[in-house]
C-alpha cells in the first residue's frame, strides 16, 4: 500500500490594481500556487491585512 500523501496545490488570484483577493479564477488577476495550505492562507492573509478584499 501506498503511504504517500496527495499533492495539494492551491491557488489564488489577485488585484493590485483593485486590492482584491480571490479563491476563484479571475480574468486579468495574477495567479500563485502553493504547494501547502499555510503557505496559501498566510498569503491571504497578509493581503487583507494590506487592505485587499476577499471575494
Known sequence: MDDK???????????QEEKVVSTQPRAG???VSFASLE?????????????????
Open 5 to 15: 500523501m496527495p499533492v495539494l496545490t492551491k491557488h489564488v488570484w489577485y488585484s
Open 29 to 31: 488577476y495574477q495567479e
Open 39 to 55: 503557505e496559501w492562507f498566510h498569503f491571504i492573509q497578509d493581503l487583507t491585512k494590506g487592505g485587499y478584499r476577499i471575494t
